[in-house]
């Protein structure tokens, strides 16, 4: 893969997600290779983990991640984020290549951190995820994924295997000239904290969430 040169490099392309920088990336799954975008329409910068040899760019085993800190650093069982992001890594090395694009400006659905505890705090009053949002005037889900459809672009990616429960990213991919060959749910035991939450996901947003019904009357 060759990258761009730099920041100043970048800032010559008008629009569009560029490629700034390659880096290697050791971490505890395996040795990925971090590859750092500028999204010059949002001014966000974004990475993507590339694990193995994925030149043909065919059936390219892929999960599309939402920044959550919630659940990615701090491991909140409010959602299961957190545990989504270690399954993927983990198959991505299990499977000898892979890449796992990490969404930045994602958070809450794309409503931003502190508009996301907001609603964390009137979902443990009672309301549901797709009311809370509602509720103080926010989109249900605001995230765009045009610039992780251009980062596998610019990877040489044709066509996926998309690790996603929800259809929305799916939909998006093909629309943005990405083939989904498969879609692989990626399906987290849930717990006390995330039942309901999950169940909402399914039942409002389409998520494709069938081990629920084992729990449906536990809680």
């Known amino acids: 893969m060759t990258e761009n040169v ?18 290697p990336l050791p971490t505890t799954y395996g040795d990925f290779e971090a590859v750092g975008y ?5 001014g966000e910068e974004q990475v993507a983990l590339v694990y193995g040899d994925i030149s043909g760019g065919e059936g390219i085993l892929i999960r599309l991640h939402s920044e959550c800190l919630t659940g990615d650093a701090f491991g909140s069982q409010h959602c299961e984020c957190g545990e989504q992001l270690d ?14 694009v990490y969404l930045r400006g994602h958070e809450g659905r794309g409503i931003g951190l502190l508009a996301k505890l907001q609603a964390m ?8 995820t797709v009311e809370a949002n509602l509720a103080l005037g926010l989109p249900v889900d605001a995230r765009d994924y045009r610039v992780a459809a251009e980062m596998l672009h610019d990877l040489g990616v044709r066509s996926v295997r998309l690790m996603s429960n929800n259809p929305r990213k799916r939909e998006a991919l093909l629309r943005h000239g990405i083939k989904v060959s498969e ?9 006390e904290d ?10 409002r947003l389409d998520h494709y969430l069938p081990h629920l019904d084992a729990v449906v009357h536990s809680s």
Do not use: F
Request: hydrophobic share 40%; with cysteine.
């Open 121 to 128: 705090k009137l979902q443990a009053e009672g309301l549901d």
């Open 6 to 23: 730099g920041v100043l490099g970048a800032n010559a392309q008008s629009s569009g997600a560029v490629r700034v920088v390659n880096a």
């Open 183 to 191: 879609q692989v749910p990626l399906l987290i035991t849930p717990c």
């Open 194 to 203: 995330n039942i309901t939450y999950l169940r909402t996901k399914r039942e």
């Open 87 to 100: 399954s993927a890594l983990r198959a991505i090395v299990a499977e000898g290549r892979g890449i796992l």
């Open 38 to 42: 500028l999204d010059q329409d949002r």
